[in-house]
């Protein structure tokens, strides 16, 4: 979990699918009462960010294409309270 700007966790996984992909994080129920911010770096790259307002537990990334293998996600926070996630699941773009 990340707790202040700029603390950082890394995660990893595997794809058996090359495709596009939707990257989603739930932050813990407790955390939702301020906005949260998280940038999102996938293999060492920048891909976006992970935004929620305040009051919203979800927050999406999607059309993010991923060839088959092991992959990192790298999640930096990038707000003063933390990003605190719950899960992180990457699924199929329908």
Known sequence: ???EAGEWVNYSFDVKEGREYQVTLTRQQYRMEWPMRG???LD???TGDWEA???NRLA???KIRLP???HRLTLISA???GVWPEAIEVAKSR
Do not use: P
Request: aromatic share 10%; with cysteine.
């Open 53 to 55: 307002g305040a009051g």
């Open 44 to 46: 060492g790259k920048y």
């Open 60 to 62: 999406v990334l999607s």
């Open 79 to 81: 707000c003063t309270y």
């Open 39 to 41: 940038l999102v770096l």
């Open 68 to 70: 088959q293998g092991r």
């Open 1 to 3: 979990r990340s707790r």
